[in-house]
């Protein structure tokens, strides 16, 4: 069964940063693009940015070539997210989401909260 | 980026009734079209993709349409279980954009 496991809910204060995982099971990550989507509160999806955890290679959106960084670790099956200079609007849910016939599996999210 | 326009913002529906709901992509997406499911405090659930093919596990009475830039979702015989809000994808071009959504609820 496939499933995509992320980390706990953070708190992170204006400036700094976050790191968000998302480990698989079930398929190995090699085989197909990760991507992170976010909901602010209330809100609808924003797409992010996605890796090739193969080979490491990312495509971002333009709004967040600044802001987050994608990565891969294939031994451990996980997929990570980290997020600098963190301000109040980056307060969302963040979602992993696994690239099969469209986003055919989703993490549960994690609620990343900015506030000094 | 392919603008995605999703109506109506919201619906409201009686049990046993079916409902639509549309989507219209600034350009041709060819079928490229996805839609999802997301039920309060929930991640986002894959019910349809490329137009009109059911996701595994996803009942029947839901159904996607369309081509060029028009898509629909259609809900047949409403359930209380629909209760969700609906996003459709476009995925033909990066980077990958969502319609607003559709919330969903019972009369």
């Known amino acids: 069964e496939v499933q995509l496991q992320q980390s706990g809910a953070e708190l992170g204060k204006p400036g700094t940063s976050v790191k968000l995982s998302c480990k698989v099971s079930?398929?190995?990550?090699?085989?197909?693009?990760m991507h992170w989507v976010n909901q602010r509160p209330g809100k609808g999806l924003e797409w992010i940015g996605r890796?090739?955890?193969?080979?490491?290679?990312?495509i971002y959106a333009e709004k967040f070539k600044s802001k987050a960084t994608l990565t891969a670790d294939t031994s451990s099956n996980t997929a990570y997210m980290q997020l600098s200079q963190l301000k109040s609007d980056d307060t969302a849910i963040y979602f992993c989401?696994?690239?099969?016939?469209?986003?055919?599996?989703w993490g549960q999210g994690v609620m990343v909260t900015v506030s000094s | 980026d392919i603008q995605m326009t999703q109506s109506p913002a919201s619906l409201s529906a009686s049990l046993g009734e079916t409902v639509t709901i549309e989507c219209l992509a600034s350009?041709?997406?060819?079928?490229?079209l996805a839609w999802y499911q997301q039920k309060p405090g929930k991640s986002p659930q894959l019910l349809i993709y490329y137009a009109n093919s059911l996701n595994d596990g996803v009942p029947s009475r839901f159904s996607g349409s369309g081509s060029g830039t028009q898509y629909s979702l259609k809900i047949n015989s409403l359930q209380s279980e629909d209760v969700s809000i609906y996003f459709c994808q476009q995925n033909y071009d990066s980077p990958p954009t969502f319609g607003s959504g559709t919330k969903l609820e019972i009369k």
């Open positions: 890796i090739d955890p193969a080979n490491g290679n990312t």
């Open positions: 989401a696994r690239e099969g016939m469209a986003f055919d599996y």
């Open positions: 350009e041709d997406i060819y079928s490229n």
């Open positions: 079930g398929y190995n990550i090699r085989n197909t693009y």
